[in-house]
């Protein structure tokens, strides 16, 4: 990233984007790939290693017929701001992985400019119950303009990274589609001696993606078919980790996943050295598997991070 006259202290860590649609990719019947790219974008931020891991952005979707807000001009209250104006009109608020991230680098002695781009892997729930982005997705098309909101580099902070496995030998990576972006970032940047599973529920057997990773981790794909959401993926935990013969866990407190947000991580710093846990996707079913590992398997729940991505049957809030 280049040096920039900013000073740090005037740098908001999360800001809005503007950028515009460089491709889209159909990587299969239910994922759809959109890169988008700006001048912006040199500044969009990473952990300190360069990687983005499980790094949340927001998408701003604009409603239909009304330009979006220009959310540069908004100060640090933006999203109070932002949720003050007409629902209507204002537009939509929706979150999703940053899936890859190429920083550009400036054009010097002739050799081009390369632009920074940023995938997004959006899932096109269409069928059924869709909503204002997977819509969106589904018609973009390239110069297609958007606001996204994330991480500033220069804040020095990439705040929206949870994936945070401290000193852990063993992983249990788990999701369905919407938390495959994140897996498969996660998966690309695991060295050799990095064993597990990684456990991945999708829509339909034409949905199993090449993933790479260096890692020991074994990836099993999981086909829904015609099953409830979230039932693979718990039969295939419980064949990977067995219930305690004995010293059952606590009852974890309950979480009422159509008013509550299910958000459960450990602090980095109390994450154990033997297994973690990273378990995201719809979230009565995390809220299932948050009970099994807890309650019947006895995990520590300073190893495992349980996220509700999206909730059946209801949009999210913004
Ligand atoms: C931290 C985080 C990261 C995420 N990363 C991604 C990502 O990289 N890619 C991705 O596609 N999603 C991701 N999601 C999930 C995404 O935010 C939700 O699926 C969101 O609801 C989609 O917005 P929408 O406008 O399409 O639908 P909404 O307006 O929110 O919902 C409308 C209807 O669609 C249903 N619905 C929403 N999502 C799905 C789905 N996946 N399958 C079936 N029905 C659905 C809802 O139940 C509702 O009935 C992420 C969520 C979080 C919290």
């Known amino acids: 990233m280049s040096a920039t006259a900013v000073k740090p202290e005037t740098i908001r860590p999360i800001r809005a984007f503007e950028v515009s649609v460089a491709a889209v990719q159909k990587l299969s019947p239910h994922f759809l790939r959109i890169t988008f790219t700006g001048g912006d974008l040199d500044y969009f931020g990473s952990n300190a290693a360069g990687q983005t891991l499980d790094l949340r952005i927001k998408v701003m979707i604009p409603s239909s017929g009304f330009p979006l807000p220009d959310f540069g001009s908004m100060d640090e209250g933006w999203y109070q701001q932002w949720l003050a104006m007409d629902a209507d009109t204002r537009g939509f608020m929706r979150t999703y992985t940053v899936r890859r991230f190429r920083s550009g680098s400036p054009g010097i002695d002739g050799v081009p400019a390369v632009a920074a781009e940023l995938d997004v892997d959006f899932v096109l729930h269409l069928d059924g119950g869709s909503g204002p982005a997977a819509l969106w997705a589904a018609s973009a098309a390239p110069g297609d303009r958007l606001t996204l909101i994330g991480p500033d580099v220069r804040a020095g902070d990439c705040l929206g990274i949870e994936f945070a496995p401290g000193g852990a030998s063993r992983l249990l990576l788990v999701g369905d589609e919407t938390a495959v972006p994140a897996i498969a970032a996660i998966l690309e940047t695991l060295p050799a001696a990095t064993t597990g599973h990684a456990i991945l529920e ?18 099993s794909w999981l086909a829904r078919g015609g099953n409830p959401n979230g039932a693979p993926l718990q039969e295939a935990v419980r064949r990977v980790l067995a219930p305690a013969a004995c010293d059952l866990g606590d009852e974890p407190e309950a979480v009422d996943v159509d008013t509550d947000i299910l958000w459960e991580t450990p602090e980095p710093a109390d994450v154990g050295s033997g297994l973690y846990a990273w378990i995201a996707g719809e979230a009565a079913a995390v809220r299932e598997l948050r009970r099994y590992l807890v309650r019947d398997v006895g995990m520590d729940r300073n190893s495992v991070a349980f996220m509700g991505y999206w909730r059946l049957g209801k949009a999210q809030r913004s």
């Open 202 to 219: 999708v829509p339909c057997a034409e949905d199993f993606l090449d993933l790479a990773t260096d890692s020991g981790i074994q990836i």
